[in-house]
């Protein structure tokens, strides 16, 4: 166990204990994080050794195979066309789908491309991106089907390196021992997880192009959910979440990195209500009864999925989301 008295955003001193459950597989367990004092962002303050206890094989990251979700026959053309409607066209085509299909990994894929388009590809289809915790890969895959050319994932607990058929590649390393040169270095809700944020933070900064970016997309404190929820709000992930960040954090470590960020943008959805309410509910998010398992099957209805959903696309414009995608630039 490794216990740290020191915010990891800031370097502000710890003030109040919160106590969180693990939640996601409901292990019957309670985490200690420290709130900082300066930034009011939260940290897990006794870290286990083995983390990997708390990321099973089926962990929903490294689950879904790329080439089999979007690649099949029918899917991988719709991907292809989704992909570039967003990243290089008017978005008229996504715009469309995203009325037609509800399914909820469908509209989470949108979040993603949007923020890829939010951050820029600055040379088109020649940019070189870099996706950090890729899990199996399905971001950088789908950035292949739409034509980019250097599309590389990272993960230290990706199963293997593999070269996928749209492409990208996907390869199983620390981001240290990542070579090259990136125009944009994207983090999709992975920087919450590092053991050492700031360290991350240096290491995409060193494989920036010149005029490159880094892209961060997490959860934040700074929300409507965590000041309505508390302890029960979803997105505390314990012991996952190793750093749950302030807006106020973020902005002084991206300052203490010689980072400047440029331009945020809160993608929160429905999920910070229902997944808090479940919580609240003593539902963990992989049960069956989970609107994650069986979203016709759970204990809430359509209306108020949809009331939900409506919500969170109200607070994200008032920058009250739960999560958001800061977008970072060198000083
Ligand atoms: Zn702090």
């Known amino acids: 166990m490794t216990t740290s008295w020191e915010c990891p955003a800031c ?51 490294i689950d879904v195979d790329p080439e089999r ?31 037609v299909v509800r399914m909820r990994q469908f509209h989470s894929f949108l979040i993603v491309l949007d923020s890829l388009a939010f951050a820029g590809l600055p040379r088109g289809r020649d940019s070189r991106v870099l996706d950090v915790g890729c899990g199996s890969g399905v ?11 250097t599309s590389v ?22 981001l240290s021992e990542v070579e090259g040169t990136f125009d944009l270095v994207t983090f999709h809700h992975s920087f919450e997880h590092v053991p050492d944020p700031a360290e991350s933070l ?30 029960d709000w979803v997105q505390l992930d314990a012991p996952r979440h190793l750093t749950v960040f302030s807006r106020a954090g973020m902005d002084v470590l991206a ?11 809160d993608d929160s959805t429905g999920f910070q209500f229902w997944g808090s309410e479940q919580v609240r509910r003593g539902i963990p998010l992989m049960d069956e009864r989970s609107v994650l398992r ?5 204990t809430f209805s359509r209306a108020e999925l949809d009331a939900w959903a409506q919500r969170a696309a109200e607070l994200n414009r008032a920058g009250r989301g739960d999560q958001t995608a800061w977008l970072l630039e060198c000083l």
Do not use: N
Not at 19 to 30: A, Q
Not at 211 to 225: D, F, Q
């Open 11 to 61: 370097g502000g001193a710890p003030t109040t204990d919160v106590v969180v459950r693990e939640m996601m597989f409901g292990r019957d367990e309670e985490f200690t994080y420290s709130e900082c004092v300066e930034c009011a962002s939260l940290w897990l303050r006794d870290v286990p050794d083995d983390l990997s206890a708390y990321y099973p094989t089926d962990y929903y990251s």
């Open 69 to 99: 979700a979007l690649g099949r026959p029918g899917v991988r053309q719709f991907a292809t066309l989704v992909s570039r409607s967003v990243l290089f066209g008017r978005r008229r085509l996504a715009g469309l789908a995203a009325r």
């Open 139 to 149: 971001l950088v895959y789908a950035l292949g089907l739409a034509g980019v050319r």
């Open 153 to 174: 994932g990272v993960d230290p607990f990706a199963p293997t390196d593999r070269d996928l058929d749209s492409g990208a590649r996907v390869v199983r390393r620390d």
């Open 202 to 231: 240096v290491q995409a900064k060193r494989l920036l192009a010149p005029g490159g970016r880094i892209l961060v997309r997490m959860p934040t404190v700074s929300s409507a959910a965590y000041d309505e929820y508390g302890t």
């Open 255 to 265: 300052g203490r990195h010689g980072l400047k960020i440029v331009g945020a943008l």
């Open 294 to 298: 069986s979203p016709g099957g759970s």
